[in-house]
């Protein structure tokens, strides 16, 4: 691959060409790339569900891609008997979400990769005259259709949704090459996928292994020692019952206000539920100041537990993580500070075991959320053994965490490595027309 083609090379007449900044180098001296209306290359797709044949309902997420609603909601959202209106969404075709989000600032455009099933009226189904689209597959993960959108959309869109008509969203200026240079950038691109896919099951892997350890260095519910014991702890008996209020102390979390700048942009970290997604937290996006500290947000050392208790998540998880540095929390997450003679480490780890026992003390709250009451929390049963088992346990646990660290960092380098590849293989027609 080459990046001797850029996309500021200039025909004779002063006008900008089409052109990608890397190129496979068989094709450097082809022909310059195309921008053609959506509306030649691919047709909308207007057929309704009518007799409501079809009752697979998907959906299209923009984190996900086309998926079963079913999957994605845990829930039927449409049921049938409504189905009459929505679109059937064949095999292979594409479709538009109009919802803006964090991960689609234009909304959503996947290939229905799943089966054939239908979709809300509100969505726009296409599918291309070409047999071959993988090409657009990948196209549409870039931002280079985004400026299009925006400047066709309606200014009196709703704030949660593009407001962009068919006509204008049919009309989108596509990028077209030769079919034998857009095949060598789609099977490029799904090797790239592929190779992304197998670290991705090596992480599974890894994972599956820490859980089938956790269920053997931790008794099973009702027994009072472990199936798998270190040699040296064989002849120490039985765990000691305790319940987690004998062991950790519980304080609430709360958000600084956003009117005082003298709150935020600080160095201590601020937590809220989508940073704990990883096991062992050491930085967050937000930051808060001392002054709001002693102002009244909580803060906590390292070797603090952080638990959600409130909110959407709590429906199917229970997010857990311990802190490697000091941090602060919102009002969404309580914190569990090990009291002497706990070992943080080792506490997360019997957490982690207890999740499903964790997940049934959730009650639903308001608007369908999720609430984890600190009381019930507080009277957990759980079994202990002494401090030095505890922190062996956690030793080896935290070693096998070190593995999957270090593979969710390869998993990373290699869609950052993607991600940087996409931008400079695809060009932007909107450049050339701007």
């Known amino acids: 691959m080459s990046n001797k083609a850029t996309v500021t090379d200039m025909k004779k007449d002063g006008q900008p060409m089409l052109v ?16 053609r209306p ?6 909308r797709s207007k057929q309704k569900n009518r007799d409501e044949k079809i009752i697979r309902v998907l959906t299209n997420s923009a984190e996900f891609g086309v998926v079963d609603q079913r999957d994605f909601f845990d829930k039927d959202i449409a049921t ?16 538009y979400n109009p919802r803006i989000s964090t991960n689609a600032p234009v909304g959503p455009i996947s290939k229905n990769n799943i089966a054939t ?5 509100l969505y726009t189904v296409f599918k291309f005259k070409d047999i071959d689209d993988d090409f657009y597959a ?83 519910e009702g027994e009072t020692k472990p199936c798998l014991r270190f040699p040296e702890f064989q002849n120490d008996g039985q765990w000691e019952p305790t319940t987690m209020e004998q062991i950790v102390d519980f304080k609430s979390g709360g958000t600084p206000s956003k ?44 070797g603090t537990i952080l638990m959600l208790t409130r909110g959407m998540t709590l429906l199917k998880d229970v997010p857990i993580c311990l802190l490697s540095r000091q941090m602060s929390f919102n009002q969404d997450v309580k914190a569990l500070q090990p009291k002497a003679h706990f070992d943080g480490r080792f506490l997360l780890y019997l957490l982690l075991g207890c999740k499903q ?16 009451d600190t009381e019930k929390l507080k009277m957990l049963d759980v079994m202990l053994p002494c401090l030095a088992e505890q922190q062996r346990i956690a030793g ?39």
């Open 259 to 302: 009117g005082n700048p003298a709150f935020w942009n600080g160095s201590i970290p601020w937590a809220s539920a989508k940073d704990m997604k990883q096991l062992f937290l050491d930085d967050t996006e937000d930051h808060i100041t001392a002054a709001a500290v002693n102002d009244g947000a909580k803060s906590v050392p390292a």
């Open 138 to 220: 990948y196209y549409f993960r870039t931002t280079g259709w985004h400026a299009y959108m925006r400047q066709a959309s309606s200014t009196g869109a709703r704030h949660d949704r593009m407001a962009i008509s068919s006509d204008d969203f049919m009309a989108m200026p596509m990028p077209v090459a030769s079919p034998e240079e857009l095949k060598k950038i789609s099977d490029f691109l799904r090797s790239v996928d592929v190779l992304i896919a197998t670290q991705v099951q090596k992480l599974d892997a890894l994972k599956t292994h820490r859980k089938g350890l956790i269920q053997q260095l931790f008794p099973l």
């Open 117 to 121: 099933g239908v979709m809300s009226p």
């Open 38 to 43: 959506l509306n030649q290359l691919a047709a």
């Open 357 to 372: 026992r964790l997940l049934n003390l959730v009650d639903i709250a308001g608007h369908g959320t999720g609430r984890l």
């Open 20 to 35: 990608p900044k890397l190129r496979f180098s068989e094709f450097l001296n082809a022909a310059e790339w195309k921008a």
């Open 80 to 95: 049938q008997g409504k189905l009459d209106s929505y679109f059937v969404v064949e095999l292979g075709a594409y479709v």
């Open 396 to 434: 080896c646990l935290s070693s096998l965490e070190e593995l999957i660290i270090s593979q969710c960092q390869k998993i990373d380098a290699l869609k950052t490595y993607k991600k940087g590849l996409m931008q400079q293989i695809f060009p932007s027609p909107a450049e050339v027309e701007a």
